[in-house]
Antibody, heavy 119, light 110 residues
Framework: QLQLQESGSGLVKPSQTLSLTCAVS??????????WSWIRQPPGKGLEWIGY???????YYNPSLKSRVTISVDRSKNQFSLKLSSVTAADTAVYYC???????????WGQGTLVTVSS | QSALTQPASVSGSPGQSITISCTGT?????????VSWYQQHPGKAPKLMIY???NRPSGVSNRFSGSKSGNTASLTISGLQAEDEADYYC??????????FGTGTKVTVL
């Protein structure tokens, strides 16, 4: 059974860079032609797609976040990462990582991790 | 990109059927058969309920069904049960090779 687990700093200061990692277990991140995604949910609000990295290595980002986001894969560690720069309080959210199928649906999700932006 | 439009809330009595709509544009919902639906209980991660407009993943009850007409996709829950009370989100692939979620719908079982 595939499992995803987010990790990283739960508290980030304004203007700094948020960094999260999603460790994949129970399967190889390089097999099956899957893509890997980050999604966030501000407290009490809806889901917001951040971006994904295709199995080819190509990346696609939410236009509203594109200038601040980087998603990368470390195949040797079977994990992928999110970096979001110049954060503000509006970036406070639960961040989820997920596996993306060929139909662009997310079939496996991490449990989510709360990141708070505060000084 | 703008979020897909869903009703804020839908309610129904046990045993009834309810339908949640998800309206986009020809650049997302209307342009591709890549619409998915997610169920989210409080404090939990979303769970995939429907993919490719109308397909159910293994293990998802056949009380959940999906469809699409033009720029609007729909999720129908038949034989409503107490455990179906949750938030539901639609999602679609877009012409920019990105993904967009719906605004979310809170389902209440009366």
């Amino acid at each position: 059974q595939l499992q995803l687990q987010e990790s990283g700093s739960g508290l980030v200061k304004p203007s700094q860079t948020l960094s999260l990692t999603c460790a994949v277990s129970g399967g190889s991140i390089s097999s099956g032609g899957y893509s890997w995604s980050w999604i966030r949910q501000p407290p009490g609000k809806g889901l917001e797609w951040i971006g994904y990295i295709y199995h080819s290595g190509s990346t696609y980002y939410n236009p509203s976040l594109k200038s601040r986001v980087t998603i990368s894969v470390d195949r040797s560690k079977n994990q992928f990462s999110l970096k979001l720069s110049s954060v503000t309080a509006a970036d406070t959210a639960v961040y989820y990582c997920a596996r993306v199928n060929s139909g662009y649906d997310c079939d496996y999700w991490g449990q989510g991790t709360l990141v708070t932006v505060s000084s | 990109q703008s979020a897909l439009t869903q009703p804020a809330s839908v309610s129904g009595s046990p045993g009834q059927s309810i339908t949640i709509s998800c309206t986009g544009t020809s650049s997302d919902v209307g342009g591709y058969n890549y619409v998915s639906w997610y169920q989210q209980h409080p404090g939990k991660a979303p769970k995939l309920m429907i993919y490719d407009v109308s397909n159910r993943p293994s293990g998802v009850s056949n009380r959940f069904s999906g469809s699409k007409s033009g720029n609007t996709a729909s999720l129908t829950i038949s034989g409503l049960q107490a455990e179906d009370e949750a938030d539901y989100y639609c999602s679609s692939y877009t012409s920019s090779s990105t993904q967009v979620f719906g605004t979310g719908t809170k389902v209440t079982v009366l």
